[in-house]
């Protein structure tokens, strides 16, 4: 066979070379914007000053955060706020989406639509009109409230009531997504399943503990876990609602690692709250992935 | 994916039953339906408020009962707001951000995904494992350090800053390689003994067949860049170069800002656009978006 050898090897060397050109945009833009960024900021941590007056400062901004009444209180707010709205929303996500899945429930393309549709706002845009909608003095929450009779609330103006303003955006925010989410697991359950325990005379309540929570068990970990860090994550909200206020009631750690870094511009102590975040972030997620995920 | 097409092979009644029976198994998914119609008007409701308000004077715009139907005011909210930020050139400056950096993040991770999937080659499992990885670090470790190297590459308040970061999205890599992985070896190897180049397979073969998985993840890589906030909030500087999110915020933090019309009507402007595309892609957008969640 007289097979040209040179363009046969050429062939070879191109196909070797082939996946790591293929991969180059990804591995220089991730080494860049990623990686780098990932390791710096743990040095950062390390650091004090700013400018060009940075030194070492070995574990001081590590010191600092754990006496920084400021940070308490940012995480404080952030944990108040993801264990009532994460639980909150999920529960109300579930109960959508079993309403949703119902077999004779009309209309069913449109409920889905207007439920999801939510999740595609900007979440700045979400913050405007929900600070309208929550004024105090003129707002149409309170109008409403007042209409039938209760008493209007101070939304914004009152620690506890602004958080659970920010409760309130996230949950219309993002409930949607989860129904649908749901809604997508329930969709794969097979309908034998359900067949054969009504034959065995299992009620409704039954059939939703026994079959549909444990078949949903995968969807609801990763629901659960998302939606746990991106509580955990919480800055749009707040920063457009209230700006953290009113005295520091919805500051957040996000808002808290900002105003470090960009309004006071100590670098090295908003990188310490970035990798207190991360910490905070990944424990929890294990912890959730263990107590959920091993009960099989 | 078939969300829509599985929802409705779910839906129709049974059909095996005497009338009688039918019509009080129709009856039965009225209550359900009546809460999924409620809790849609509670979706729905705070954007049908902000259309109608964004066409009212100040003075409507927080009337009770609010005004239901659509206000002369339109035309001088538009105005106002364009004299105050330029709304063209914030809405161009979002169109451009948001559609290059989901153009060049979308071939990242075709090309990306492409070598995962279809080439075995030295570190690639080592590879897909770091890349992975970083999806538990929260960006906001990433924004000091970001901040910085935009700062030292002279970037600050320019395009690039704000596109550069997106383009590697580990997410999106993922989720190609998946879709990928799913795609017969024998249709690409059938270009190949054809005669086609490698770029003609991936152009000719890979990207037709994978269109419905690029559109998807397009979209949901469009609708995160277009709502982004914190980082361009940190990277942007001069009013000119503001995207809608930051050009919204800002208008709303201004204290001294009482003209609500011009607000709500740039609020309507960020979020109209995506409502439209929603609707009209309604099923791109819900894949795009549970990908993660079934396919995890």
Same mark, same amino acid.
């Given at each position: ?31 860049? =914007? ?81 439920? =999801? ?11 405007? @009109? ?93 629901? @659960? ?72 | ?54 066409? /009212? ?22 105005? /106002? ?160 170069? /503001? ?54």
């Amino acid at each position: 066979m007289p097979a040209p050898p040179p363009s046969r090897r050429r062939a070879i060397l191109r196909r070797k070379a082939l996946p790591y050109l293929l991969l180059a945009p990804a591995l220089v833009t991730f080494g860049v =914007f990623k990686a780098y960024p990932i390791v710096s900021s743990l040095l950062l941590s390390l650091t004090t000053g700013s400018g060009a007056n940075t030194r070492n400062a070995g574990l001081a901004n590590y010191r600092k955060l754990l006496d920084d009444p400021l940070f308490w209180t940012a995480l404080g707010n952030t944990a108040r706020i993801l264990v009532v709205q994460v639980p909150l929303m999920l529960a109300l996500a579930l109960g959508l989406s079993v309403a949703l899945h119902a077999a004779l429930v009309r209309f069913r393309t449109v409920w889905r639509l207007g439920i =999801f549709m939510p999740s595609v706002t900007g979440l700045v845009a979400t913050g405007v @009109v929900f600070a309208f909608l929550l004024d105090t003095d003129r707002g149409a929450v309170n109008s409403l409230l007042e209409a039938i009779g209760l008493s209007g609330v101070d939304w914004l103006g009152d620690g506890f009531w602004a958080r659970m303003a920010v409760v309130l955006v996230l949950t219309w925010h993002y409930t949607g997504y989860n129904a649908v989410i749901y809604l997508a697991g329930l969709q794969g359950i097979p309908k034998e399943l359900y067949e054969a325990a009504m034959v065995d005379g299992a009620g409704p309540l039954r059939r939703f503990f026994s079959i549909t929570l444990p078949a949903l068990r995968p969807v609801l970990l990763f629901t @659960v876990v998302l939606s746990t860090i991106g509580t955990l994550q919480l800055f749009d909200e707040p920063y457009v609602l209230t700006r953290g206020g009113p005295d520091n009631a919805t500051l957040t750690v996000s808002m808290y690692l900002y105003d470090n870094g960009f309004r006071y511009f100590d670098f090295g102590y908003a990188s310490a709250i970035a990798y207190a975040l991360t910490l905070i972030v990944s424990v929890l997620g294990a912890v959730q992935m263990r107590l959920m995920g091993e009960r099989e | 994916m078939t969300l829509t097409t599985r929802a409705t092979r779910v839906a129709p009644p049974t059909t095996g039953t005497t009338a009688g029976k039918g019509l009080r198994a129709r009856l039965r998914g009225w209550p359900t339906t009546l809460i999924l119609a409620a809790v849609t008007g509670l979706s729905v409701a705070p954007f049908y408020w902000l259309v109608i308000s964004a066409t /009212h004077s100040d003075a409507d715009i927080f009337s009770w009962p609010p005004k239901l139907l659509p206000g002369s005011h339109l035309g001088e909210n538009l105005s /106002h707001l364009d004299a105050k930020i330029g709304i063209g050139r914030v809405l161009l400056n979002s169109l451009l951000v948001s559609g290059v950096q989901t153009i060049g993040a979308l071939v990242v991770a075709l090309l990306a995904g492409y070598a995962f999937a279809k080439f075995r080659f030295r570190g690639r499992t080592t590879l897909f494992v770091v890349l992975l990885s970083t999806l538990v670090v929260p960006d906001q470790v990433l924004l000091v350090p970001l901040f910085k190297m935009m700062m030292s590459f002279g970037l600050m308040d320019s395009y690039q800053a704000l596109i550069l970061p997106g383009l590697c999205v580990p997410f999106a890599i993922f989720l190609m390689r998946q879709a990928l992985a799913g795609m017969p070896d024998e249709l690409l190897d059938a270009a190949r003994v054809d005669g086609a180049g490698e770029l003609r397979v991936l152009f000719g073969v890979v990207v037709p067949v994978m269109r419905p998985v690029l559109a998807a993840l397009g979209i949901f890589l469009f609708l995160g860049s277009w709502n982004s906030f914190v980082w361009p909030l940190i990277a942007l500087r001069s009013p000119d170069m /503001h995207t809608l999110p930051v050009a919204l915020a800002t208008l709303h933090g201004m204290k001294s800002n009482t003209d609500y019309g011009l607000i709500l009507a740039g609020t309507a402007l960020s979020t109209l656009p995506m409502m439209a595309l929603f609707l009209a892609l309604q099923r791109q957008f819900i894949s795009g978006l549970l990908a993660g969640a079934t396919k995890g």
